[in-house]
């Protein structure tokens, strides 16, 4: 089975906090994706990785960066925190082959709240 | 862009009621569709699929039909459980591998 696993489940930050949400992936998966799930909003992409150091902004990426040095490691890093970044954090994984959609792999996501 | 509109929740239902949550969507090209459930405090996992028109996608009970002609996945169920209630997301796929989420629909089922 596919395990994608995330650092923490719930997470308490101050305002102006820099935060880092760890993503781990263990089936060798190109593509890694960060959303933040919000109610009534449903899942946004923040961002999206397509290979080790490749990167692409989603929908919402403002006030938030990622990295990627190892294929199985997916980081999201909010540089200052602010109240308006309280919400759920979802990691994903999924194969990647041009031309063709494969379904992707979630964690369990993490509750951050910055106070 | 990729849009896609599902119908407002929570459904409420009783066990062993027939289930329809409704979902459409705009996409460029021949998307794949997905349906995702979400169960209480956990992250989402995949339900069931369709890759093409016509394909009937089915998992647990569930199925949907992918029709290309009225842009839409319904899902449905003959008969819901308690254990069914969660939250349900209707998303076609997009350019690189990606999928545009619905809004989710909640499903309660009462016993």
């Known amino acids: 089975d596919v395990k994608v696993t995330q650092s923490s489940r719930y997470l308490v930050k101050r305002t102006g906090e820099k935060v880092f949400l760890e993503c781990v992936q263990d089936?060798?998966?190109?593509?890694m994706f960060w959303y933040r799930q919000d109610p009534g909003l449903g899942l946004r992409l923040i961002y999206f990785?397509?290979?080790?150091?490749?990167?692409e902004k989603g929908d919402i990426p403002e006030g938030y960066s990622v990295s990627r040095e190892k294929k199985e490691r997916f980081s999201l890093i909010l540089e200052s925190a602010s109240t308006n970044q309280t919400s759920m954090y979802l990691c994903?994984?999924?194969?990647?082959?041009?031309?063709?959609?494969?379904?992707?792999?979630f964690g369990p996501g993490t509750r951050l709240t910055v106070t | 862009g990729n849009s896609v509109t599902q119908m407002e929740g929570p459904v409420t239902l009783s066990e062993e009621a027939f289930l329809t949550i409704n979902c459409t969507y705009t996409?460029?090209?021949?998307?794949?569709l997905f349906w995702y459930v979400q169960y209480p405090g956990e992250g989402l996992q995949l339900l069931l699929k369709?890759?093409?028109?016509?394909d009937k996608g089915s998992n647990k009970g569930f199925e949907a039909t992918y029709r290309k002609e009225t842009t839409s996945f319904h899902l449905e169920k003959g008969s819901v459980q308690v254990s069914d209630s969660a939250v349900y997301f209707c998303?076609?796929?997009?350019?690189?591998?990606?999928?545009?989420f619905g809004t989710g629909t909640q499903l309660k089922v009462e016993l």
């Open positions: 994903a994984s999924s194969r990647g082959l041009a031309g063709i959609s494969y379904e992707q792999y």
């Open positions: 089936m060798d998966h190109e593509n």
């Open positions: 990785s397509y290979d080790v150091k490749m990167k």
């Open positions: 996409a460029t090209g021949y998307p794949s």
């Open positions: 369709a890759t093409k028109a016509d």
């Open positions: 998303a076609p796929s997009g350019g690189g591998n990606k999928l545009t």
